[in-house]
């Protein structure tokens, strides 16, 4: 067919046989009172230059990370993307593709999805990974479907040093699931394990944690994992929004984690006014059946030469068979956003990935130190941390904000807003994208508040 709108002759003969005569009677059905009898309020049409300096005027309010200098964090995270990996993931054979359901079609796009699962693997030390899901945020929600089963009841456990949204999504999800959640207190900005122990009992489905947490400490995930693991049934499932921290930190195989989920966007991929998003779920080979989303195979071609292929495979999903089945409602996943972060990583390599996760945590330990020494800012937990840390400040950080912004800089994340207990506290991330005199920039201009 012509990309092209319906001629009129077009529509009356659609209209003729459905016994309509005009489009007046195809929309009587529509109540008068919602029906718009005038047209609509739109300014004059423009000539495509004029439509684009329009946009650019407006696009221009906007401020990009070229022209600040940025030290919020909170979930989303700036790393220096590499040259190549825009310059593959944008090819046109990634960019236009869609669900690799003819595997004799889409070799390319699955091979790449398969390696993504293998990279997940090396980073989280477990032995599967889905193609990725949405974000990080579903990605925990999936992690607790698996551990709850086909029953689907139970408690969950988590930190109260998850990321606030993905609390928030999982609260939602336990609603209209039916299964309940209890949230854990911190001490010193990780996970009480007092708490821990004492809320963790034979009806305890899973346990969450952030690793490190949201507010960028470093859990004690050796003293949990027996706290988790006293009862057999229960999952351990260890979050990170931050995957820089894997080039530095044991991996969640290593402290004997059953399943690992978070978030990958900030491999290889822009921060994008905060998405898309990238999940990642990796678990023991035990889940392998009760894994959502897709997952690709490789195989054997029968008969010739038997090269190596690759499949979807174990699609456990609503789109295959009976929602009742399904173990996800979720039936898609990012690809092209997981082939820029496996771009990403196999550019890094495993030395690379430990420089990297270095740099942060020398230039953050650097920033901490320059903060903490003026007047009225201070450190508000002594636990260990990567590359955030949270400063106790002397003004609101509504007004700290505002005064940073007239140096072109984004300061960190209010805490207030989601921990009452914090309120006056801020969340400051530092990447290895900061220089040192990005830094000491920041810090002239906090001096200024302190003064």
């Known amino acids: 067919m012509g990309y092209i709108p319906n001629t009129p002759q077009e529509q009356q003969a659609m209209l003729e046989h459905l016994g309509l005569r005009s489009m007046e009677d195809l929309l009587e059905p529509v109540p008068e009172e919602v029906r718009l009898r005038r047209p609509l309020n739109l300014p004059p049409a423009l000539a495509e230059p004029e439509l684009k300096r329009l946009m650019m005027s407006m696009a221009a309010k906007n401020k990009s990370l070229d022209q600040v200098i940025s030290f919020l964090g909170a979930g989303t995270y700036e790393h220096a993307i590499p040259s190549v990996v825009p310059h593959l993931q944008r090819r046109s054979e990634f960019v236009t593709s869609y669900t690799p359901y003819q595997p004799e079609v889409s070799q390319g796009m699955l091979q790449a999805i398969y390696e993504f699962q293998t990279m997940v693997c ?17 990605a925990l929600v999936e992690a607790v479907f698996m551990a709850l089963g086909p029953g689907g009841q139970g408690e969950v456990v988590v930190s109260a040093g998850i990321d606030p949204q993905y609390r928030r999504v999982l609260r939602t999800y336990a609603h209209a699931r039916g299964f309940s959640v209890r949230e854990i ?17 034979p009806e305890t489905v899973a346990v969450a944690i952030q690793q490190p947490n949201f507010f960028g400490c470093i859990e004690d995930v050796k003293a949990i994992e027996p706290l988790v693991h006293r009862h057999s049934r229960t999952v351990f499932i260890s979050v990170t929004s931050e995957p820089a921290s894997f080039g530095l930190l044991s991996s969640p195989a290593e402290y004997n984690a059953d399943i690992a989920v978070g978030e990958l966007m900030s491999f290889g991929n822009p921060m994008s006014f905060g998405g898309p998003a990238l999940g990642f779920l990796a678990a023991r080979e035990r889940f392998l059946r009760l894994m959502p989303g897709r997952l690709v195979g490789q195989t054997v071609e029968e008969g010739g030469a038997k090269q190596t292929g690759y499949v ?24 092209l956003l997981a082939v820029g972060a496996t771009i990403y990583m196999a550019a890094l390599g495993k030395e690379g990935l430990r420089e990297l996760a270095t740099l942060c945590l020398h230039k953050a330990r650097y920033a901490q130190r320059q903060i903490s020494a003026l007047p009225g800012f201070s450190l508000a937990f002594n636990s260990p941390f990567f590359d955030e840390f949270v400063i106790r400040l002397p003004v609101s950080p509504t007004r700290l904000q505002e005064h940073l912004l007239q140096y072109d800089i984004i300061g960190g994340y209010d805490l207030g807003r989601d921990y009452p207990d914090l309120t006056n506290h801020m969340l400051f991330c530092v990447t290895e994208t900061r220089t040192r005199e990005d830094i000491d920039r920041l810090v002239a201009a906090l001096k200024e508040v302190a003064a």
């Open 312 to 335: 979807l495979t174990l699609q456990t999903r609503e789109q295959h068979i009976r929602r009742e089945r399904a173990t996800s409602n979720i039936c898609t996943n990012q690809s």
């Open 185 to 201: 207190a911190t001490e010193n900005g990780v996970t009480s394990l007092a708490a821990l122990e004492a809320a963790v009992g």
């Open 122 to 138: 090396q980073l989280t030390g477990l032995d599967i990974a889905n193609a990725s899901l949405y974000d990080g945020a579903t």
